[in-house]
């Protein structure tokens, strides 16, 4: 216990609070939060209700949460100032300069903290799926984080407001789900699975299909209250309930026939959901649950006709009520599971109403013509050539020597040759930044890894507020434990996606931001009228997003197409040292299109922006900087 009381005391977890529908607390972030506190028993934080209204009423909050959990109501302005700056719900440690921000990110740290206080709950770690990714990656690279963490949330709150009209309409983001339960299942082992399941098919002659099969078998659980009280024998659910269950004697490891072994992997059955993201119950499952829970009820109160073209999230919602633990923690929030009749499968039917994402690329262009070399030509006969701006000091440099050995990024570990390197993109970023800056100026460092800019910009410029953002925990804790021998007071550590910090500033900067993360932190600046500083980096990741389509500047726009505008993404990944002189040069060329493309699009929304070549060249394979100031 002594272990739980300094944890409450060091860590609060602030959670949004609008209105309660049914024992249920809105905005559905805040519900999920507490199932998956509930679930995993986590006595760890304090809990801080943020109310979202002025005078809401207070309805009795202890309920959903266990009576050793520290509950406290207040108002935003109550918030600490890092916090402030964030999007709910968020986690802060004492002292106030460190958090963490958005659902995905809380609710992993949940996880681990819930972990950390019982080693003995292992099916809660498991929770965060193979190689512990689950929903890891930022909405705004994965589809799938996308939708479980924003916009299905999002689009069910909305539905919810809609649900007083006589026909409310179906959010297509609970269509996109349906599809996406109807897709074959990859995991890490599917092909040594598809087999098992192909040999099972023929013991069986060809059983009857997934959705359809209610053999019911016994499953012993450690929870005596719940259990399994039913599941077929296909063999996903046995795959995926022996992760839930003691397993009393081990699996039978029987080697499959001969003619099983060499069958051709697109002659093999493919593998049917269980749960959200396959065959094992994770976070996702967690997330998805209280949003599917209140669709569900509007759904069997006012349009039971369309329940039958949800047979998959039906089935999903009444399997997931089998996992120990989940009846239990669902109760203490409020949610009473809907009893729903049974549903014949319609997966393979297209669904007419679903508002697929469109293809962005061209389909049969005759114009196109492939390579770099024609579509830089292309260019050229715009107007539009490689030309980089000039470098306003080429030899400037920090005096390493005299700073203490915290602030050089020889203290991440990295060979003398690399951190050589680091340190001369330090010196190009920090020479704009340092110029630019004011006292009191707001400097965030965006993807700040483990915090080499934020930390020498802090160091240097003591009259401004630094802050780092980042989204991988163990990278922004070796930050902050530099920054902690280094005494400095005026820096803050969020671990989060940049899109949840709210935060007004100064200078946005980026070193290396990966594919697309560059655009983010660019819009980031733009919409806040901060000046930018980004040298961007995996110019191959470049695609399409929700938020960003390619080429972005109407000159490029005119000129090239999507699919020309990725031949430059692509070659421009091409500047390895490794590679011939001239295949270099072509990669460094289509990197200043690239960029090029990016800066005049800031342009055009009132920023004077330019591309620079970092000094010396040889300090980084991706040595462009793009910068930004406001007009």
């Known amino acids: 216990m002594k272990g ?26 805040t519900s999920v939060t507490l199932f998956l506190l509930s679930y995993c028993d986590c006595k760890s934080f304090k809990v801080c209700f943020v109310l979202t209204r002025e005078s809401t009423d207070i309805p009795l909050l202890q309920n959903v949460l266990s009576p050793d959990v520290e509950i406290q109501v207040i108002s935003r302005q109550e918030l600490p100032s890092i916090i402030q700056n964030c999007c709910l719900p968020a986690v802060g440690e004492k002292p106030d300069n460190f958090c963490r921000a958005g659902l ?8 681990q903290k819930s972990y950390e206080a019982d080693p003995s709950k292992k099916e809660i770690l498991e929770l965060l799926g193979f190689k512990k990714t689950c929903l890891k990656a930022c909405a705004e690279v994965s589809q799938w984080t996308r939708l479980c963490e924003l916009t299905i949330p999002l689009a069910i709150e909305n539905f919810l407001k809609e649900s007083s009209d006589e026909h409310p309409t179906i959010p297509a983001e609970i269509r996109q789900l349906e599809k996406k339960l109807s897709e074959p299942v990859r995991v890490h082992n599917d ?4 087999r098992q399941k192909l040999k099972q098919q023929e013991a069986a002659g060809a059983g009857p299909p997934f959705a359809k099969e209610k053999a019911v078998s016994e499953v012993h659980s450690q929870e005596t209250s719940e259990g399994l009280e039913s599941s077929s024998k296909s063999l996903e659910l046995k795959v995926a309930f022996s992760k839930l269950t003691v397993q009393d004697e081990p699996a039978a490891t029987n080697r499959e026939p001969s003619h099983i072994r060499k069958a051709k992997a697109s002659d093999l059955p493919p593998l049917e959901h269980v749960f959200a993201e396959g065959l094992y ?39 997931i009520q089998e996992v120990p633990g989940v009846k239990t923690a669902a109760s203490h929030c ?6 729903l009749p049974e549903l014949l499968s319609t997966s393979n039917e297209q669904h007419p109403n679903l508002n697929e994402v469109p293809c962005v690329e061209e389909q049969n262009d005759p114009s196109f013509i492939g390579g770099p070399r024609p579509t830089m030509t292309k260019l050229m006969e715009k107007g539009i050539e490689v030309m980089f701006s000039p470098h306003p000091c080429p030899t400037w440099t920090l005096d390493w020597n005299s700073l203490p050995a915290a602030v050089s990024p020889k203290e991440g570990k990295m060979s003398c040759d690399r951190a050589l390197r680091k340190q001369q993109q330090l010196n190009n970023l920090v020479y704009v930044v340092t110029h630019q800056a004011k006292p009191g100026d707001r400097i965030v460092d965006f993807c700040s890894g483990g915090g080499h800019v934020g930390i020498v910009l802090a160091y240097t410029l003591p009259s401004c507020q630094v802050i780092l953002i980042e989204n991988k925990e163990l990278s922004l804790i070796r930050a902050k434990r530099r920054s902690d021998e280094l005494g400095l007071s005026n820096i803050w550590f969020i671990q989060a996606n940049m899109e949840y910090f709210t935060g007004m500033f100064n200078i946005g900067v980026a070193l290396h931001a990966c594919g697309v993360a560059t655009d983010m932190v660019i819009e980031h600046c733009i919409k806040t009228r901060a000046s930018f500083v980004t040298c961007p980096c995996c110019y191959g990741f470049i695609q399409n997003t929700s938020k960003f389509n390619f080429p972005k500047s109407e000159q490029f726009k005119k000129t090239l197409s ?57 300090c980084s394979p991706k040595n462009n900087m793009i910068v930004g100031v406001p007009t």
């Not at 739980?4 to 972030?29: A, M, N, R, V, W």
């Not at 092909?191 to 598809?194: G, I, S, V």
């Open 4 to 29: 739980i009381k300094k944890s409450l005391t060091e860590e609060c977890l602030y959670l949004d609070f609008s209105h309660q529908i049914e024992g249920c607390i809105f905005p559905l972030h």
């Open 191 to 194: 092909d040594k699975l598809r």
């Open 562 to 618: 999507y699919k020309e505008h990725m031949i430059l993404c692509r070659f421009a990944d091409q500047t390895a040292v490794q590679l011939p002189p001239e295949r270099r040069l072509i990669g460094k060329q289509c990197m200043c299109l690239v960029d090029l493309d990016r800066a005049r699009a800031a342009g055009e929304r009132g920023y004077s922006a330019q591309v620079i070549s970092m000094e010396p060249e040889s």
């Open 104 to 111: 995905a990110v809380v609710l992993r740290h949940i996880i």
């Open 334 to 339: 409020g949610i009473h599971f809907l009893h």
């Open 281 to 319: 119950f994770t976070l996702a499952d967690i997330v998805l649950l209280p949003c599917i829970h209140h669709f569900l009820l509007i759904i069997c109160k006012k349009l039971s006709e369309k329940l039958v073209e949800f047979p998959l999230l039906s089935a999903w919602y009444q399997r």
